[in-house]
């Protein structure tokens, strides 16, 4: 992703605002004559969002954009919703032992299950910290990208062997591919640097398996 995350849009906003202050301070040593044009402060340019034009920003108004975190509703959204989404892939991998003929497939849904219990109990973490866990918000989440059904869930669970790898692979590229999609909203609306952390983690570990899954599927 070509996007940058907030912690390095922070950094370089952060540069450019030191850098302006000590080029305005290494002019400013003869007096009065030299503090005369100064009076508002240098101007920072301050790249904008993709497709977002650059700001014009005072350094009072840069620093204070480059130290501002604060969670919006989208990081929120973003958190309630990615919880649930993790849950169901721990309740399709659940469905691995005892059915599934690939040993690679039984592999695959470990790592799943190691990587996404940690990574809920982070966000249940976030919500806490940030007062979340107390907002209630509704949501469609049958309408969640990727999502399986409770038909397909069930479906899945009656296969064994060759017809459960496939389905399996199948369901859990989708549910990946849902999942990459969430967190890439997430990066484009959300303001905090830990939850983009969080996203950008899901984007390049779902993309890696994904890749690997549809290996497993050849």
């Excluded at 940058?4 to 540069?15: I, K, V, W, Y």
């Excluded at 479906?155 to 369901?171: I, V």
Aim: overall charge negative; glycine content about 10%; charged content about 25%.
């Amino acid at each position: 992703m070509s996007r940058r995350t907030a912690p390095a849009r922070s950094a370089a906003l952060l540069a450019t605002v030191v850098a302006a202050v000590l080029a305005l301070n290494g002019c400013d040593g003869g007096g009065a004559e030299a503090k005369a044009g100064t009076d508002e402060g240098p101007s920072i340019v301050a790249p904008g969002k993709p497709g977002e034009p650059a700001r014009t920003l005072s350094a009072e108004e840069a620093v204070k954009a480059a130290g501002t975190d604060t969670p919006n509703s989208a990081d929120f959204r973003y958190a309630r919703m990615m919880i649930e989404h993790h849950e169901q892939a721990l309740v399709l991998t659940a469905l691995v032992p005892g059915r599934a003929a690939s040993s690679s497939v039984e592999r695959l849904a470990e790592r799943i299950s190691a990587a996404q219990k940690p990574e809920i109990g982070a966000m249940e973490g976030w919500l806490k910290n940030n007062g979340g866990d107390k907002r209630e918000e509704s949501h469609d989440h049958s309408g969640m990208p990727g999502m399986a059904t409770d038909q397909q869930i069930e479906e899945l669970g009656a296969a064994k062997g060759k017809a459960f790898d496939r389905m399996f692979l199948e369901l859990m590229i989708t549910h990946h591919q849902g999942a990459v999609t969430m967190a890439t909203e997430a990066l484009a609306d959300g303001n905090n640097v830990l939850v983009e952390e969080m996203a950008n983690d899901v984007v390049a570990q779902q993309t890696v398996e994904i890749d690997r899954m549809r290996g497993l599927m050849t």
